[in-house]
């Protein structure tokens, strides 16, 4: 059973989210689209029917049909009036209806299964789309089953939330082709919302707190500023309320279940983690059946690989639990402390059973939030360790200032901005030593990330607050170094910055301080090419390690990271392994993500393109459920997605990473998101938009002064986007500038790529045998850094052929779909099969041919065999023109121009494989 993606059209804001079924589909006669409320059925089903091209019969009960029997056939015969057998079907269900008592005795329900039956036959072309069929009456089901049977030819698309593949036959057929309909992903939610003009942090939010689901998201971002819900008062803690719009929305969706589920599902919603066993400790036996009937609504997601039931939507619980009183929740905190086995989960039930004013509930909280802090449970801990700090008396200040700086650190660690920010406010309205207040603004600092607003006075007030103290005021200048690099785009300033604040820091004798200061200051100094950027990173590492360090700020990972720009994956590889487990160990989200992403980069240089899918994805998702910046995984993404997986997904992620970036101010990442972008518009063949996207990432780097080209290799990419538009001078420009560059401050791994850009620009300039010499030699220098040598490889290829040298030509496209095809890059396995092709050839074996779907494998044999595009149609009962949208994704994924090269390419149907 497939899921249906959703493409999000990147043309121009504000376009609509479609779904895109999968492509075997288009062939079935019969499919149902299931998922939860909102999800877009409704939108699949329009854009499925108008694919199948005939006018389509929709029918849409409601919930007040359900429980009418015939209502549904009724409707049916309304909407054909013209036909005499819907008339006659119309006037049996009136004779029905005027008869008193059951009409289910045999003879009647034979003759409307005849009628309908008759009916359907005689209807012109058309869809029959059932909306919402979770609402047609079980009597109109029956009937319209029977029927159908025996109009096979008659498309029939289902849209409802409740039915489920292998639980039974659907009522349209009994190989109905099953299509469940997914959540949006993040970038597919930004899209729907780019109207309302949300800043990234929001639209982050709105997307967890929606489930993806487009109706949902909608009316969450209806008001501004109500990222997902707002306190009820002030002194409702973590108790959200919607706002009007989704909480209209959401009671409907309750509203399909009996009260009974609600009371069971408001318990789910009070607990962090709710399980079934929880739930049957409190409902008793009837808890099975009640969340049965919970998941038919589309409400939760049973069966979760932690064994944990999830809602939909997290708005769902949260207005479960707006609706309670006080009092009424207090009490079902009290019931789920008793029913608890978890030790930390029953503290923290008991804490919110208890009157807030009560002082044990605090320390009930902070308990409870150290032991989840110990086992790893830093969303847990965030929550408790706030919930303690507001629990704490006003009066007794140390323990409360105490406590805030806990939630405070807490909350940077996971990346939870709201629960920072209101923490941080605990402690900053309450009278504190300089140290602490700096603590708070420091934390709060550092769990803005990119969000955070009005900096300078935020930072004016930290070191207004540190009173001059060295240790505390050289805290605060690597602060503002890392703003002033990321967000001013200044690097010099940003280097000042951090020397200034080693300086102070090692004048204090703060070795922490002192390692963080000088590995920000090596970072800067690498970007700007000054010689002892080494060295100052060399003394940060001579330095103990300190466990205040962030592991994304340690000089170990600064080292990895150059050992990157250097080329040398293995080594970086090694580094960073270690540090994954620290960061993950810590909780620190930030942190994590960082690592993750940095082993993504190394894996993918080093060729192993499943593990840097995996490093990709996990930060991808980490960010995604927390209040991080989504620009940096968004880029790590796409350079990913483009080498090892889809280049449309890395698109995605390319546009989201920039337009965060651009809400942000995040002047690097900026640079780098379009760089990824105008990387993947350039090898899907669009140069003239590549150029627009490097040109900026050219201007950006000149505005920001970075001079060494390892850190960012755009300068290739560039060059080469330039030599394909036929800008030769402003090319050999542009890599004469960057290889003197790379010679005088010695790196040597920019050497290759640029060696391959000139041998295309010589290409062009009729000089193939230079050409081939150069990339010669730079493959061979890559031969540790597979996927860059296959993609020099390529380049040969393509200089060969033009060269009219067409037997080497063969052999580089060869060894490069070769290596491509052992370290599974797909998109340049296909990129690789094309040129092939275009050479007369095809790779040995099935593994370096993308695959087709069986709809496709089937329309091409067919037409290898020689049958036209009508005598596929009739032998797959599809229409024409789905027959001629399959050829072109068959030639597009092959890599063909005709039905020639199609019977030399695809094995020919066997004879009596169409009609003749």
Known sequence: MPDSAMWV??????????PVLPEDVHGARRVVLFGPPGSGKTTAAGVLGQRWGLPVL???????DAGVPYA??????????ALPAARELAASLDEAADRQGSPEDAGRALRLRRQTAALLRDAPPMTLVADNAQWLDPASAAVLGWALRLTPDLPVIAAERTWRPGAAG????????AVRIPHLTAPQVGTLLSPHRLVPYEVTRIHAHSGGNPALALALAQVRGHTAAVPIDADAEDDPVLPSPARRLVSGWLGAVSGEVQELLTCAALDDRPRPDLLSALAGPAAETLLAE????????????DGTIRFTASAIGAELVARLPGHARRRLHARLAEAGRDDVRRDRHAALAADPADPRSALHAARAAARARQRGEHALAAELSLLAARRTPYEDGDLLTERALTAVRDAAHYGDLPRGRVAARLLLDHDTTPAQRVDALIALIDASGQHLHSADELFADALHSAAGRPDLTAQILIRQSVWANVNEGDPHRACALAGRAADLAEAGGDTATTVMALTMQARIRRVLGHPDAETTLGRAVSLPRAASVPVNGTPQHLAARHALFDDRPEEARTALLPLLVEAERTGDAEATVDIRRSLAEAELRAGRCARALDHAHRAQALTDETSLSPAPACYTSALVEGTAGRTDLALVHARRGVDAARHEGNKVFLSRNLFALGHLLLTTGRPEEALDALEEVRDLEGLQQVRDPSVLRWHPELAEALVALGRLDRAQSLLDDTCRTATDLGRDSVLPSLERSRALLDATRGDYDTAA?????AADRLRHLPLERGRTL?????TERRGRRRASARTAARSAADLFTAHQAHPW???ATHALDRLGTVPAGDSAHPRLTSAEQRCAELAAAGASNRDIAIALTVSVKTVEATLTRVYRKLGLHSRFQLARTVTPAREGGFPT
């Open 829 to 831: 396995i296909r990129v």
């Open 9 to 18: 059209s990147t043309s121009s804001e504000g376009a609509p989210v479609l």
């Open 170 to 177: 659907h009522w349209c057929g009994e190989d109905a082709y």
């Open 58 to 64: 929709r029918l849409a009960p409601g919930p007040q």
């Open 794 to 798: 390529l380049a040969l290829s393509h």
């Open 294 to 305: 919970a998941e038919a609504a589309g409400l939760v997601h049973l069966g979760q690989p």
């Open 773 to 777: 010499r150069r990339l010669t030699g």
């Open 72 to 81: 549904g056939l009724l409707e049916l015969a309304l909407a054909l009036p």
